[in-house]
């Protein structure tokens, strides 16, 4: 019998009215893999991220976390795998009117009902972890936009999912800071033993990320293999898109 993947999705297709977002995807990820989505803007990158943590229900097929069905659960059942999932969305999605210790305690407080020690604990721990312990007091327009995602990436990671999702995690950073923030967060992966699904278009950062890369185009989910074999890959809407020519079969959107 086989390892249970961590993330499965079964001919999964979303739809909303007349439009479609995503076509009959399938995929398998294994526990501990990091897995990277790429592909043109508007194809359904971000939505495919959503459908596997949960936060759309796809029209058709199936998603599975850890072997369980995911529109099976209901109530403390549903609760309880939801728990194991983190998102660092792209915007990061910080509480602009709390401090940064205050937004890293924001889950165990909410959503684990953490002990005051166990809140301090955590704050001290994750706010070290991504280094940026001197920040504790500030608040999030006081800090850098690296910095912010380093509290953004502490904050999903206080509640300690097996699964972690990241929605474009070096949008709007410099080449260098973005070098920084996808070195912490395989650094932290390795330390958590955590599955990893990241969604970007910085090529230099997917293959510096993933283990595997998918590529969302047409609709569809088009898996491109390791770093080196997506490099090598025959589909010419891969090689165009990893080259970034605008000659090709994608179409170019000015």
Do not use: W
Request: with cysteine.
């Amino acid at each position: 019998m086989g390892v249970t993947p961590a993330i499965e999705l079964r001919n999964v297709s979303v739809t909303f009215g007349p439009e479609t977002l995503l076509r009959d995807v399938s995929v398998s990820i294994a526990s501990g893999e990091a897995f990277v989505l790429i592909g043109p803007s508007g194809q359904g990158k971000s939505t495919l991220l959503k459908v596997m943590g949960g936060l759309i229900a796809p029209s058709s097929g199936e998603v599975l976390i850890e072997g369980r069905e995911l529109k099976s659960l209901r109530g403390a059942e549903r609760e309880k795998l939801a728990k194991k999932m983190g998102m660092l969305f792209q915007k990061n999605a910080l509480f602009d009117s709390l401090t940064c210790g205050e937004n890293v305690a924001f889950p165990l407080q909410e959503v684990a009902h953490a002990s005051e020690k166990e809140i301090e604990d955590a704050i001290v721990y994750y706010l070290e972890a991504v280094g940026i312990p001197h920040a504790r007091h500030l608040f999030p327009d006081e800090i850098s936009g690296g910095m912010q995602k380093r509290l953004g990436i502490a904050r999903a990671l206080t509640l300690k999912p097996q699964i972690i999702f990241y929605d474009d995690p070096t949008a709007g950073l410099d080449p260098i800071t973005s070098r920084k923030i996808i070195h912490l967060i395989k650094d932290l992966q390795k330390k958590m033993s955590t599955t990893l699904v990241a969604v970007t278009n910085d090529m230099p950062r997917a293959y510096q990320t993933g283990d595997r890369i998918g590529m969302v185009v047409d609709r569809e989910l088009l898996i491109c293999g390791t770093p080196d074999e997506t490099l090598k890959h025959k589909d010419p809407r891969v090689a165009q898109f990893i080259r970034g020519n605008l000659e090709g079969p994608l179409t170019v959107n000015p």
